[in-house]
């Protein structure tokens, strides 16, 4: 048996003040994504000599990463967002000199951007299809930029958000069927499929072989969003139809605490699933947050299925690691144990991410150590009891 081993990154978006349309306008402590990835360098330089774990920092493009004018075939660029963002190399070249923390996720954006409203890979425009389609191959250039250069982890989320159940169908009273043999037959899951494989299929022959594909549903997602994942057995069932049609073990599993617990599934329990059915490639997403009162298993289970009205929306509070009432926690506890357990069985490195909302803070940057310190130590835990057991 392999020494289990941990790895930590927090998503970018929630280290800085917002300037969405949406969501805690106060949010985050920092104006820019340089300012912030600095400050996590610094912490960095606390941690590394303590425990040797480094926090690397993700991002979207437009958002926290720039997206370069000699990019052609974008076709778009959000020059609101600019002030803020960070060119990908120039940070690449910051890590180098050791001065900003480690690149972590490259993620195309499911939000923020005109008419993201009604989705991406879903979306009835071509032309924003098609700038979907654009973005995915990018993400996994810039990924493979990220690997061969040695400056963070790489990879890229794919995250549903609004492309799930069109929203306007909810609008309109459209109330459909869901079920895990109907949601198969729906357009959007269809086009998903269809999308994002041949996004990805492409990069692979435009030669992004390294990089993995990591599918972050939103089964008990944010209010507006009800996704065609609805729940881990579908996460796992279109995740496994996109590796056939790549032809290649490319997608992989990263659920979110908060969305697996919306849903009504204990997140330990939803990890359980995804590693037996092998989907699983180490990382997750971690988010503290309250277990949902509706199980969307039982209603997808029902014969001839549930109506889309009946799955209850949930908030995703974000809470850091470690937060929350006993019951969140020791969900938490036991999903940590588990995947170090996976880690020493098969010698791969256990991910956490998170991106909580620090802006319930006065100090960014000691909840997010604090939250660090944490998970650590309950790895560490796992990792001693492992060992133990195996002398």
């Not at 000599?49 to 480094?54: C, T």
């Not at 609101?80 to 910051?94: E, T, V």
């Not at 009891?385 to 002398?391: G, H, I, N, P, S």
């Amino acid at each position: 048996m392999a020494k289990a081993t941990l790895e930590l990154l927090v998503g970018g978006w929630h280290l800085l003040s917002q300037k969405m349309a949406f969501g805690n306008p106060t949010a985050g402590g920092f104006s820019t994504m340089l300012e912030a990835v600095m400050a996590v360098a610094d912490l960095n330089e606390q941690l590394k000599p303590q425990y040797g774990i480094e926090i690397a920092v993700s991002g979207h493009w437009w958002h926290e990463l720039l997206v370069p004018d000699d990019v052609p075939e974008i076709g778009y660029s959000a020059k609101w967002n600019n002030p803020r963002s960070i060119d990908l190399k120039d940070w690449a070249k910051g890590v180098k000199k050791g001065k900003y923390a480690p690149i972590g996720r490259v993620i195309p954006p499911g939000f923020g951007l005109p008419g993201a409203d009604d989705g991406a890979f879903i979306n009835p425009d071509p032309v924003r299809r098609k700038l979907a389609h654009d973005m995915m191959m990018y993400s996994f250039r810039m990924s493979e930029y990220v690997k061969g250069h040695g400056v963070g982890y790489g990879d890229v989320i794919y995250w549903t958000g609004p492309d799930g159940i069109r929203w306007k169908r909810l609008v309109q009273g459209d109330d459909i069927l869901l079920g895990h043999q109907l949601n198969p037959g729906l357009e959007e899951w269809k086009m998903i499929m269809n999308g994002v494989s041949g996004a990805v299929k492409a990069a692979r022959e435009d030669g992004c072989t390294e990089t993995i594909l990591l599918i972050e549903g939103k089964p008990g997602g944010d209010p507006s969003y009800l996704d065609v994942f609805t729940d881990t057995a579908l996460e796992i069932m279109g995740i496994k139809q996109i590796n056939e049609l790549v032809g290649a073990p490319i997608a992989q599993w990263q659920g979110e605490f908060c969305h697996s617990r919306g849903a009504g599934q204990r997140f330990s329990d939803a990890l359980k699933q995804v590693i037996e059915a092998d989907v699983f490639g180490g990382q997750i997403h971690f988010n503290s947050g309250g277990l949902g009162a509706v199980n969307f298993t039982e209603l997808l289970s029902a014969p001839g299925g549930t109506l889309a009205s009946k799955f209850p929306q949930y908030v995703d509070n974000d809470y850091c690691p470690g937060e929350g009432v006993g019951e969140w926690v020791d969900d938490q506890r036991e999903t940590i144990r588990i995947g170090a357990e996976w880690s020493a069985k098969t010698g791969r490195p256990f991910q956490i991410e998170f991106d909580a909302r620090f802006s319930r803070y006065a100090d960014t940057i000691g909840a997010l150590r604090k939250s660090a310190e944490w998970a650590i130590g309950v790895f560490n835990e796992a990792r001693e009891e492992l060992e133990q057991a195996a002398a």
